[in-house]
């Protein structure tokens, strides 16, 4: 079991930053990739920005150049800094991890934390 704890969401003026935090704690040895997905009202989850163990990344198109992911070095913890922010980053975000179960790889999520963008 891996339970997450997301932190630092809130309210930013467009062009301002953000850093989100999640926390993984429980049977952290499983865990593979982490990452961020987002879901604003009406739309599907998507995929904001992945890291994995070996530190890869990818992102969203929309957020390249504006996002960085990070991991710290026991990889229990995920960032996600957010500069340059736009309304439409405006979202419910989701903090995921990747757990290893039975050769397999299951996700998992945090409860989410709100990012709203707006002046």
């Known amino acids: 079991q891996v339970q997450l704890v997301e932190s630092g969401g809130g309210l930013v003026q467009p062009g301002g930053s953000l850093r989100l935090s999640c926390v993984a704690s429980?049977?952290?040895?499983?865990?593979?990739?982490m990452g961020w997905f987002r879901q604003a009202p009406g739309k599907q989850r998507e995929l904001v920005a992945i890291?994995?163990?070996?530190?890869?990344?990818n992102y969203e198109d929309s957020v390249k150049g504006r996002f960085t992911i990070s991991r710290d070095n026991a990889k229990t913890t995920v960032y996600l800094q957010m500069n340059s922010a736009k309304p439409e980053d405006t979202a419910v975000y989701y903090c995921?991890?990747?757990?290893?179960?039975?050769?397999?790889?299951?996700?998992?999520w945090g409860q989410g934390t709100q990012v709203t963008v707006s002046s």
């Open positions: 995921y991890c990747n757990v290893r179960r039975y050769g397999s790889l299951f996700p998992s």
């Open positions: 429980g049977s952290i040895f499983s865990i593979d990739a």
């Open positions: 890291i994995t163990s070996g530190g890869s990344t």
